[in-house]
């Protein structure tokens, strides 16, 4: 489930949390790469617990794209 993952990603990071508050370069660049791969396997839900837990601008952005439907 998408709460599974994200609480994998959790768990991978610091216990204090304060890098997913104000997460330095390396967190962000796992986020976003896990974003990246949820929007690229259509796991719109991971994308949207990513987004959830992430300061803004974080993850990127969301586009819904009619063409996709």
């Given at each position: 489930s998408s709460k599974e993952i994200v609480?994998?990603?959790e768990v991978s990071l610091p216990p204090d949390r304060?890098?997913?508050?104000?997460p330095v370069p390396e967190t962000k660049a796992l986020?976003?790469?896990l974003a990246r791969e949820?929007?690229?396997s259509?796991?719109?839900d991971v994308f949207e617990q990513l987004?959830?837990?992430a300061p803004a601008g974080t993850v990127g952005e969301f586009i819904f794209d009619?063409?996709?439907f």
């Amino acid at each position: 489930s998408s709460k599974e993952i994200v609480r994998q990603l959790e768990v991978s990071l610091p216990p204090d949390r304060a890098s997913l508050k104000e997460p330095v370069p390396e967190t962000k660049a796992l986020i976003r790469y896990l974003a990246r791969e949820a929007k690229g396997s259509d796991r719109l839900d991971v994308f949207e617990q990513l987004r959830d837990i992430a300061p803004a601008g974080t993850v990127g952005e969301f586009i819904f794209d009619l063409n996709l439907f």
